[in-house]
């Protein structure tokens, strides 16, 4: 592509998507794009408007009238609807109990995935989620799926929220990971799933600097090939 490869990052929750996959983007000047930040955008808005998560024409609507923008910062990105900055909103514990109901609506995913193709199409892109390398960007050059124990998740998830002052007790969190795993990898349409070509990385006992080295040695190895 003419910025440079396409970098799909898959796996369940709390595997260390995001936090590796900005830091790879970084490492090679890529975009970095968030699409769990999309899911999350929608069905914050949706919630916002009391709309109930089985309403799919409803949401369907949202998609189709709002507009969800990345801007990068020193974190990473920042992430508008409708140019409201939802950033720390679409992370509450409500919207991510709920965004796996959102994600499996056909009509959400078909716009998203679109809208994504579109921010990929040049490359020179890192772009984390559950469906990139087997349905969004289905000849991404390089495709990485990040898989970690749900006990190691669950405690990475715990840290997160002290951190936020959050307090839900492991255990909860674990139950949390379990379901909403569950629910991404029956759904019916790009359900979460290791791409036959896909590059698998158990990150349960690694640092995220070794994650990050891992995917950059795949990476120059095709930089190389090419
Ligand atoms: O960061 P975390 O693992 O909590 O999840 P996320 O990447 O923010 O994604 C939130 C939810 O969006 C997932 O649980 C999926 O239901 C949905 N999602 C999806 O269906 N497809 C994607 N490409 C990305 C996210
Ligand atoms: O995006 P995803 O839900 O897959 O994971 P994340 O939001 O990046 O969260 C992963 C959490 O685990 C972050 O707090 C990281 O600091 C931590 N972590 C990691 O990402 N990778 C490791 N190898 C070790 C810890």
């Known amino acids: 592509h003419k910025n440079g490869l396409q970098v799909a990052i898959d796996g369940p929750a709390s595997a260390g998507k995001s936090t590796v996959a900005k830091l790879v983007a970084k490492q090679f000047n890529y975009i970095y794009c968030d699409t769990g930040a999309m899911y999350r955008a929608v069905t914050l808005k949706a919630i916002q408007q009391g709309i109930s998560l089985d309403n799919e024409p409803e949401i369907a609507k949202i998609v189709k009238e709002s507009k969800i923008t990345f801007t990068p910062d020193e974190t990473g990105q920042k992430v508008f609807i409708d140019h409201h900055d939802v950033s720390e909103a679409i992370r509450s514990e409500e919207v991510t109990n709920s965004v ?115 995917i950059a040695k795949v990476i120059n190895s095709k930089l190389n090939f090419n």
């Open 100 to 214: 796996s109901a959102v994600a499996a609506i056909a009509a959400v995913r078909k716009q998203l995935s679109a809208q994504q193709q579109a921010i990929a199409k040049d490359g020179g892109i890192v772009m984390d989620g559950r469906d990139i390398g087997t349905a969004v960007l289905p000849n991404a050059e390089v495709k990485i799926f990040l898989v970690a124990s749900v006990e190691e998740r669950a405690k990475r998830r715990y840290k997160e929220n002290i951190q936020k002052g959050i307090n839900t007790p492991l255990d909860e969190l674990q139950l949390e990971i379990e379901a909403r795993d569950y629910k991404d990898s029956h759904r019916k349409i790009s359900p979460l799933t290791k791409a036959t070509d896909a590059t698998e990385i158990d990150t349960t006992a690694l640092s995220i600097d070794q994650v990050v080295s891992e």
